[in-house]
T-cell receptor, first 114, second 113 residues
Framework: AQKITQTQPGMFVQEKEAVTLDCTYD???????LFWYKQPSSGEMIFLIY??????QNATEGRYSLNFQKARKSANLVISASQLGDSAMYFC???????????FGTGTSLTVIP | NAGVTQTPKFQVLKTGQSMTLQCAQD?????MYWYRQDPGMGLRLIYY???????DKGEVPNGYNVSRLNKREFSLRLESAAPSQTSVYFC????????????FGPGTRLTVT
């Protein structure tokens, strides 16, 4: 069975500091994709970053990077130099080998403190 | 480019009533999805459509039906609404190729009393 686990319901970070949001996954598919989405209080879902299971390097997109540890089945999101606008819910998601089934974690609420 | 649009934004139904949530995308995407989001549960896939003319069940399909009307439009129907279907519903689309990230609509907040 496919499963995504986010164990941090809420996190706080000081502005300009870095923060790591944890995500572990469970799958038996040899090929899969891992995604992070941001959901601000306004409600929309915004795609942040993607890591393929066969990608050799960790993905980076601006201030976002993905710490991918395949053997541990973890795909943690690192946000560097936090900004007040980073305050939001963050969801980790996985797409399995079949390609159309996406599985989301329960999310982590991040609050950036000025 | 409007991206993914959903109507309505808000809806209140009485138990047993029916309604259809509409979704359209203008990105020429092959795949479309319906999710529900409940507090503490994340997003759960209701139905998806990998291409025009095909639909498949997701994790929580009971009580819902879908129609992929054409490549642009994917509707979700509640035939007999129940209070357990009170939720925020999101439609999403993706190209079906490459990274295949999903683009989400703004959501519909549905309350069933």
């Amino acid at each position: 069975a496919q499963k995504i686990t986010q164990t941090q319901p809420g996190m706080f970070v000081q502005e300009k500091e870095a923060v790591t949001l944890d995500c572990t996954y469970d799958t038996s598919d040899p090929s899969y994709g891992l995604f992070w989405y941001k959901q601000p209080s306004s409600g929309e879902m915004i795609f942040l970053i993607y890591q393929g299971s066969y990608d050799q390097q960790n993905a980076t997109e601006g201030r976002y990077s993905l710490n991918f540890q395949k053997a541990r089945k973890s795909a943690n999101l690192v946000i560097s130099a936090s900004q007040l606008g980073d305050s939001a819910m963050y969801f980790c998601a996985m797409r399995g080998q079949t390609g159309n089934q996406f599985y989301f974690g329960t999310g982590t609420s991040l609050t950036v403190i000025p | 480019n409007a991206g993914v649009t959903q109507t309505p934004k808000f809806q209140v139904l009485k138990t047993g009533q029916s309604m259809t949530l509409q979704c359209a995308q203008d990105m020429n995407h092959n795949s479309m999805y319906w999710y529900r989001q409940d507090p503490g549960m994340g997003l759960r896939l209701i139905y998806y459509s990998a291409s025009e003319g095909t639909t498949d069940k997701g994790e929580v399909p009971n009580g819902y039906n879908v129609s992929r009307l054409n490549k642009r439009e994917f509707s979700l129907r509640l035939e007999s609404a129940a209070p357990s279907q009170t939720s925020v519903y999101f439609c999403a689309s993706s190209s079906g190729q490459g990274v295949d990230e999903q683009y989400f609509g703004p959501g519909t907040r549905l309350t069933v009393t």
